[in-house]
């Protein structure tokens, strides 16, 4: 897990996405004033203050944080992660480095799981478990396996190359989710990872109160599944530091 990285392609994307957010709002209330299109882009130019972009934030009409999208690369997750993160699928599109076009023969490279990353015997075995899936996977190709069958023996921890495109809204919604301690724990790291890049695009959008889990605000809604171990009301960053010492995090 110590060689994830994740970012932003479109920051752009997120002050625009903003804009279009207090402009959606204004709209609903402002339609009989508008009666040509630069009255519109009057409305659509007109500027506003913090408080009221915090305003519209926390707004329950989530609409209106529906109008840009951001795209985000993960590169260096497992294939388990992806398999987990493509269950969103409501207004989320994904596009993943495919086994059945690539060739990982002598290429492959795998997640250690964050809790045997300093277990050098645990991390020996695994390693070494993956690599006989590789080499399985080396012999069906060479014998001229179409690399979509010998896909099947490449290991849940090969590390991937994902593009998640998301709105604002369906972003938090992703974050909130899958940063509770109740999900594994790589999971965990790439979600607070991206919590972290789009924090620091926009610390409104995308703030505590909007994209932490719901034990930070309101409780947990897990009833007797709760994990029993409530997250503080921490940014994404202080969390990462919390829960994941041993992952050494390099900021540009």
């Not at 610390?203 to 930070?216: E, K, R």
Request: hydrophobic letters at 35%; glycine letters at 4%.
């Amino acid at each position: 897990m110590n060689k994830i990285e994740v970012k932003v392609l479109n920051p752009e994307a997120i002050s625009n996405a903003g804009k279009m957010m207090v402009c959606a709002a204004r709209l609903t209330q402002s339609g009989h004033k508008i009666k040509n299109m630069q009255d519109f882009m009057d409305l659509y130019e007109k500027p506003y203050t913090c408080k009221t972009y915090d305003t519209m934030v926390n707004l329950p009409h989530p609409t209106i944080q529906k109008f840009g999208v951001i795209n985000v690369v993960i590169v260096g997750a497992s294939r388990r992660f992806l398999a987990q993160i493509t269950r969103h699928q409501n207004e989320v599109k994904f596009m993943s480095a495919s086994l059945q076009y690539s060739d990982y023969t002598d290429e492959a490279d795998f997640v250690v799981p964050y809790n045997i990353l300093n277990n050098q015997t645990a991390k020996l075995e695994y390693l070494q478990a993956c690599k006989h899936s590789m080499m399985v996977y080396k012999d069906m190709v060479r014998n001229r396996v179409d690399h979509d069958e010998a896909g099947y023996a490449a290991p849940q921890g090969l590390r991937n190359i994902l593009i998640i495109s998301a709105t604002p809204y369906q972003w938090k919604h992703m974050i909130r989710q899958r940063i509770c301690r109740r999900n594994t724990l790589e999971t965990r790291y790439v979600m607070l990872l991206i919590w972290k890049e789009l924090w620091k695009c926009d610390n409104q959008l995308f703030s505590i109160n909007t994209t932490a889990p719901l034990c930070v605000t309101k409780g947990c809604p897990e009833g007797k599944f709760c994990c029993g171990n409530y997250m503080s009301n921490m940014t994404p960053d202080e969390m990462i530091k919390e829960d994941f010492p041993n992952l050494e995090v390099k900021d540009e």
